[in-house]
């Protein structure tokens, strides 16, 4: 048995909701009933007093037509009614002995009221609870003058709510037995048409964890919530095993295919074409210095510590280069790990900004980074840590203007977009597409000045690939962006890749 079966629980509402409207009742009953029936006594007294005096006022009040409307009024709200002119003779009554009644408005007018509890008062008017020791009865009583000076005095009686109250309470006592008694039954009949088909249910979704798919939903034909949920469960199933199965046959493919020999030789090829070209140039200007220092070119010692200097920058760019294209080798070629964690972007930026503070310095630019606070993302560290660093060095070699290089994080589409702006000239449209190609430079001769190689995007590139995200460059009037998407929580989907518009890519 579950602690908090849904058997129980209905069993439990459809028992309280009744028992605690009928306490509700009661209640109201008890405490509401007697104040209520005094306030709707007082408005129909009040009522029938103004129905008089209108007819009084026109001077038709002795009239025979009168006469039957005004036993209507005390027979409609249960009225005793007194009237007399302004020598005490009666002019109307609805009791054949009217003398309590008499003695009672007489006493009101010349001595006053005592002990009663007054309820309305105007001028001329007056409504108060009295109680009747002649008749030990408590009474709603209403007395005054009327627009042609008679006098009026009207009563009902009170007692009669009491024992109203008693009598519902009573009958709401025995209803409430026998409506909770009625609510158990049908909460158990409810419940177990409920929770039959839930756990039939349950039991089909442990099988499919097991990964039996043999088990289906017996009663799809139902229409409703719980048949919409079988059949749900029956097409998940059926899914879920066609799924299996065709990831195991592209598994066994995957396994026999690995191997493209082809695709590797072209690769091998364009690689081993690029890197001779890249590496001509810095290999002959070593070679070159080299034999000047060789054939004493320049007896001076400034001069030899240039050639000297020459020799070890280019030979600093060569190994840059090589330590780049081992890196993209890696990445393409899928032995580089992917280890994914979550971290905070925004600290990592912090941490690239600062490693650069003194180029950034020496090139006058200001950086601005936002948002300020924490922004965690699911990624591997390492890898971004290299996309930030190659949209750093790209941005800060290419700055130019104001000299302001823009670092942003922010969701878009469900992902975090990391963006480096930096003001200057726009990239022409038809370089875009060739960005990320290796060894492809907008600028040969200003990359040639700071040390590029045209492997920075290329690596972006391909850690965007193999994290099967989104990346890409934008156009502005004022300066270029370039952008790289991650995922906010969880793991991406694998998707092939695709080339999105000119500047917008995807791994």
């Known amino acids: 048995m579950m602690k908090h079966s849904i058997k129980n629980q209905f069993a439990l509402f459809f028992c309280l909701l009744p028992a605690l409207a009928i306490l509700g009742c009661f209640l109201a009953n008890t405490l509401l009933l ?30 025979e037509q009168f006469a039957l409307t005004f036993e209507q009024i005390a027979a409609r709200d249960n009225l005793e009614i007194l009237v007399l002119d302004s020598d005490t003779r009666t002019i ?74 008693k009598i519902a309470n009573r009958f709401l006592a025995y209803a409430g037995i026998v409506v909770i008694a009625i609510g158990v ?33 017996s009663e799809p034909e139902r229409d409703d919530e719980i048949g919409l949920l079988g059949r749900s469960i029956n097409k998940m199933s059926e899914n879920l095993e066609n799924t299996i199965s065709e990831l195991k046959t592209a598994n066994n493919e995957l396994q026999q295919d690995i191997a493209h020999k082809t695709e590797i030789e072209n690769i091998r090829r364009e690689f081993l074409s690029n890197v001779s070209h890249e590496l001509k140039t810095p290999i002959a200007v070593i070679q070159g210095y080299a034999e000047g220092l060789k054939d004493c070119v320049n007896d001076d010692e400034e001069s030899r510590n240039y050639y000297c200097e020459v020799i070890m920058d280019e030979a600093s760019k060569m190994n840059r280069m090589v330590q780049q294209l081992l890196m993209l080798d890696q990445i393409e070629s899928g032995r ?61 070699h290419y700055a130019s203007g104001d000299k302001v290089i823009d670092i942003t994080a922010h969701e878009e589409d469900g992902k975090i977009r990391l963006k480096v702006f930096n003001t200057g000239d726009p990239i022409a449209e038809e370089a875009l597409d060739h960005l990320w190609t290796k060894f492809y430079k907008v600028d040969k001769a200003r990359t040639r000045e700071y040390g590029g190689t045209g492997i920075g995007l290329s690596i972006v590139k391909a850690i965007a690939e193999s994290l099967h995200q989104k990346y890409g460059v934008t156009n502005y009037d004022n300066g270029v962006a370039f952008w790289f998407d991650m995922d906010r929580e969880g793991l991406q989907e694998e998707e092939p890749a695709a080339d999105g518009a000119e500047s917008t890519h995807e791994g």
């Open 185 to 217: 039954i049908m909460s158990w009949i409810f419940a177990r048409k409920v929770t039959g088909p839930i756990m039939k249910l349950a039991g089909i979704s442990e099988k499919m964890a097991r990964l039996d798919f043999d088990a289906k939903y």
């Open 34 to 63: 007697d104040d209520f029936y005094v306030w709707s006594k007082k408005t129909e007294i009040i009522n029938a007093y103004r129905q008089i005096n209108s007819v009084a006022a026109t001077g038709d009040i002795r009239s």
């Open 336 to 396: 580089d790990t992917v280890a994914f964690e979550r971290f905070d972007l925004m600290k990592l930026i912090g941490d690239c900004v600062h490693a650069d503070e003194i180029l950034l310095k020496q090139s006058e630019i200001t950086v601005n980074v936002s948002p300020d606070e924490p922004v965690y993302v699911w990624s591997d560290p390492q890898k971004i840590e290299q996309v930030v660093n190659n949209y750093l060095s790209n941005a800060i």
């Open 92 to 165: 109307l009554s609805t009791v054949k002995d009217n003398r309590n009644l008499t003695d009672r408005l007489l006493g009101y007018f010349f001595r006053g009221t005592d002990n009663e509890e007054r309820l309305y008062e105007e001028k001329n008017l007056y409504v108060q609870r009295s109680y009747d020791s002649y008749l030990n009865m408590e009474y709603m009583e209403l007395w005054g003058l009327l627009t042609n000076n008679n006098m009026i005095f009207m009563r009902t009686p009170l007692e009669s709510i009491r024992d109203s109250v």
